[in-house]
Each structure stands twice: as C-alpha cells, then as structure tokens.
C-alpha cells in the first residue's frame, strides 16, 4: 500500500505540501483554522513521517520525544524531569508528550504521527499491548517504559513490578503486621501495572503463609488520591478489619493517609502504610510515607543509553530493570 505523502494531504486540503510540512513540523506559519484542517486530513489519510530517511538526509536532529500517560501525576512529572537531566547530559533535547492512556494517542506517537524529526522515541505504554505496538509504522527508534518487558521485540526498561511490591508486603509482615489490604486492584482498563503489583503481594502473604483475605483487597478506578481515602472509608465503613495498608502507588496511600486521619486511626500506631514510587510529596505528608522507590534516573539514563545508542537489526534486544529499595519513613 503506497505511503501518504505531504502533498496527498495537501491536495485534500487544499494548501501546499510545504504548508503541511509547518504543520506536522511546527514551524513557519499556520492559522488556527488551517492548522486543524490539516491535522484531520492527516487522520483521515492515515499519515505517517518516514522519519528514518529524513533522518538520514540530515543527520542527528539532537531531539528525542517521551510519551507518558499523565503527568498530572507525580511519579509520571518526576520521571520526566529525570530524563530531562540526564538528556542534557548526552547533549539531547526532549520533547514530552502526554498520552492519557489512550490506545489512539500511544499508536499516533508510535507511528510518529505530528512529531517532527527525532533521535528516537521512548513511550510508556498501557493500552496498547506488545503485538500493537510492534506493528508500528514509523522506523524510529523506540524503547518502552512500563510492564511490557516480557511480551515484545522492542527494547525495554523498567522496575520488577511483582519483585517491588513483594518486598513492600513482606516489610509489613516482618513488622508483624498480618491483614494487610491492598489498595489498587484493576478489573478493566490498562492494568498490568495492578495485576503485577497484586501478584507481588500474593506471593508474599503465600511464603508467610498468611490467608489471602479477598475483603482486604480494594479495586480502584485510577491511581490518585482520591481512591486511595475511598478505598480506606470503605473498608472502615464494612466493618474490615485491617493493620496496615500496602497502596500500590504513592498518590493512593496519601489519600489513604488522610482517610486514616480523618477516622482518628493512628499511623502507624494502629495502621502501616506503605506506598510506591517515591514521589516528593511523600517526604512532607504527615506521617512522612514509607515507600518503595525505583531508581527514575537509572530509568532514565538505561533507557537513553538503549536509544542513543540504537542496536543494529539483528542485535539481541535489551530488556533492562533498574534497582528499588524500600525508603522507610514514619508510616510503617
């Protein structure tokens, strides 16, 4: 099937390929107006930049895009602001994009639909899936963030989720704590992160041999703060009893934290808290928040390092996980 090119895209708007060249590039001048029209023709046309012979003609642009599903959320802003140190140090600009977890914004980035000549790529996926991503149409090079480590062809960085909260669960029952909840199941949406962090969990109560209680384990909608206090009053409110909470990201156990607070329980007196992934806020909540911390720079500098220093074909793919430590503060 023949590529759509510049000029497709300008003969169905009626403008230049040059004019769609500004648009999909960001440069010169467009109108608003013109500029959308643009950009839905190059939806409806399926558009796609052949980056790597553009790359070709003129060399390293010196630019990388990063592509994150929010960064509203603390972990997601701090991860960038990592790779944005550690780009500087290889001379490298990147450009951040947020994709809300949304299957069509992962596959557009992937694609390299609106961005302009890069380096390479690095997405952190959670809709779509390992055989989605690897039908990419864009030559660029990519490397994944996330939990797809076993599942694609692609390079990949990222922390043991299941090794991660396995450890956080034992650090509650080496405290003696044994009804432990989980905040942060997932039944639909982009999950592996849950289902990795559920296992985790598990395993640990399995090798303490302490009963899994299904009335312990509260789904969430989303990771934000919000879920983790409701989460907390559903519990208190059933009657539940429980001695410490595993929440599986930050954000989940301050909003537990506070539901605590709100109930009189005493931290860590009468309820543990752990969280995961170490975010700043954490440090100054009231308890501080133990947690378990991955390494954002290790992520960072690993995964420019897998693009940078992009493999020829038929080089062995890297999958690469960065070190976590347990950070105990005044929760648990």
Do not use: C
Request: glycine share 8%; net charge neutral; proline share 5%.
């Amino acid at each position: 099937m023949r590529r759509t090119t510049l000029k497709d895209v300008g003969d169905r708007v009626g403008v230049s390929a040059k004019t769609v060249s500004n648009v999909v590039n960001g440069t010169g001048w467009v109108s608003e107006d013109l500029a959308e029209r643009v950009r839905a023709a190059l939806l409806e046309l399926d558009y796609r930049p052949n980056n790597a012979a553009r790359l070709l003609r003129g060399g390293r642009s010196g630019m990388i895009a990063l592509a994150l599903p929010d960064l509203r959320q603390s972990y997601f802003a701090e991860l960038a602001a990592a790779f944005v140190d550690e780009a500087a140090k290889r001379s490298t600009t990147v450009l951040i994009n947020q994709t809300n977890a949304l299957a069509d914004a992962e596959r557009r980035i992937s694609d390299g639909v609106g961005l302009p000549i890069l380096d390479g790529l690095i997405l952190s996926p959670l809709a779509l899936g390992a055989s989605e991503l690897e039908k990419r149409v864009d030559s660029t090079p990519m490397v994944l963030l996330g939990e797809h480590a076993d599942a694609t062809a692609l390079p990949h960085v990222g922390v043991d989720n299941a090794a991660a909260a396995r450890a956080a669960t034992e650090y509650l029952l080496a405290s003696g704590r044994t009804r432990i909840a989980a905040i942060g199941a997932q039944a639909a949406g982009p999950n592996e992160t849950s289902k990795l962090r559920m296992a985790g969990y598990r395993q640990a109560l399995k090798a303490a041999k302490v009963p899994w209680r299904p009335e312990l384990v509260q789904r969430v909608g989303d990771f934000r703060r919000a879920d983790g206090a409701e989460a907390i009053r559903r519990l208190l409110e059933a009657g539940t009893e429980f001695d410490a909470v595993f929440a599986f990201n930050d954000l989940m156990a301050l909003g537990a934290l506070h539901a605590l607070s709100e109930s009189g329980k005493r931290v860590p007196d009468e309820v543990a808290v752990v969280g995961f992934d170490d975010i700043e806020e954490g440090r100054y909540s009231t308890p501080s928040l133990t947690t378990v911390a991955p390494d954002k720079s290790a992520i960072a500098a690993l995964a420019l390092d897998l693009l940078l220093g992009a493999p020829e074909p038929n080089t062995p793919v890297k999958h690469s996980q960065v070190p976590f430590r347990i950070t105990k503060r005044e929760s648990a």
